[in-house]
């Protein structure tokens, strides 16, 4: 998807070990959103960030960390990877909190934790 | 906390017939309703929303949605299906402006056959 890639596709790591997915946006857009997706879900919201050091918890936070250093990348870390984080993770970038457009999102990451 | 619910996990449907997927949804205050597609391997994308005024709310791809305060609903509908608009679809709910607490439902597949 246009401005917004998220890197690496896909990744299998092992149960312990810290897992970080990163987010890359050349929109300079100011809100950035991590969501997971997974069977009989659909996505729930990880974290967002609303400017550079500006982060707050979503819904499903727990076992998760953020870092926005600058605002083009929205890190999304795993500080010890369990098998319940095996899920597809996506980014999502809006300009602004009301957006006539709805959010964009990245084409997601694929993490398997074994 | 707002919530949406999708009460298909799947719906079949001819090509030319008319479509409907249904979306639910339970929130404080105002809503903001939207509702986006997600293909094969590939991020989500906008469709249409509703903040407020009309509430056949008109979107991409010749889709359109209903809103209907008093039964809480925002049904996406189209007139005539094609087979590319087969997908996953989700309905999403924030509650109000500058909220960035999106709530998503689980999906519903639609299929349709020619």
């Known amino acids: 998807d246009a401005g917004i890639t998220q890197s690496p596709r896909h990744k299998v790591t092992e149960t312990g070990t810290p897992v970080t997915l990163r987010c890359h946006q050349t929109?300079?857009?100011?809100?950035m959103y991590w969501y997971r997706q997974d069977p009989g879900h659909g996505l729930r919201l990880i974290h967002y960030s609303y400017g550079v050091k500006d982060t707050d918890k979503g819904e499903v936070s727990d076992g998760y960390s953020v870092s926005r250093s600058k605002t083009e990348d929205f890190l999304l870390t795993l500080e010890s990877a369990t098998s319940s984080q095996t899920s597809v993770y996506f980014c999502?970038?809006?300009?602004?909190?009301?957006?006539?457009?709805?959010?964009?999102f990245g084409s997601g990451t694929r993490l398997t934790v074994v | 906390a707002q919530s949406v619910a999708q009460p298909e996990d799947q719906v079949n449907v001819a090509e030319g017939n008319p479509l409907t997927v249904k979306c639910t949804y339970s929130?404080?205050?105002?809503?903001?309703l939207f509702w986006y597609v997600q293909y094969p391997n590939r991020g989500l994308q906008f469709l249409l929303k509703y903040i407020t005024g009309d509430n056949l709310v008109k979107g991409s791809y010749g889709f359109e949605a209903e809103f209907n305060k008093s039964q809480t609903s925002f049904h996406l509908k189209k007139p005539s299906a094609l087979v590319s608009d087969s997908a996953l679809y989700f309905c999403?709910?924030?509650?109000?402006?500058?909220?960035?607490?999106?709530?998503f439902g689980a999906g519903t597949r639609l299929t349709v056959k020619p």
């Open positions: 999403a709910v924030r509650a109000g402006y500058n909220n960035n607490d999106m709530r």
């Open positions: 929130v404080s205050g105002n809503p903001y």
């Open positions: 929109e300079n857009h100011r809100y």
């Open positions: 999502a970038i809006s300009a602004w909190a009301d957006t006539n457009y709805g959010y964009t």
